[in-house]
């Protein structure tokens, strides 16, 4: 049987768990735990690997991305 797996509690808020979080270089290769997450929305404490930097507490932003459109303009047919 495996054991359950347990996270750290956060030290900053003492009610959530830090989760790592995984990533790609820009070279395309995983970097494994290049960041750990509070799981409590209201805390938001991370730490992060950046350019070989430790971060603490960079502001956290979701996951969703406003849609831009295309810089190329479209294509018109025959005039």
């Not at 979080?21 to 805390?43: E, Q």
């Not at 971060?55 to 991305?65: A, K, L, P």
Request: glycine fraction near 8%.
């Amino acid at each position: 049987m495996n054991a359950p797996i347990s996270f750290p509690m956060c030290q900053q808020c003492n009610r959530g768990n830090l989760v790592p979080l995984s990533d790609f270089s820009s070279h395309g290769a995983s970097v494994l735990y290049k960041a750990w997450v509070c799981t409590s929305p209201d805390c938001g404490f991370n730490i992060k690997i950046k350019n070989g930097d430790i971060i603490f507490n960079e502001v956290v932003h979701s996951g969703s991305r406003p849609v831009h459109q295309s810089a190329v303009p479209p294509r018109r047919g025959p005039a």
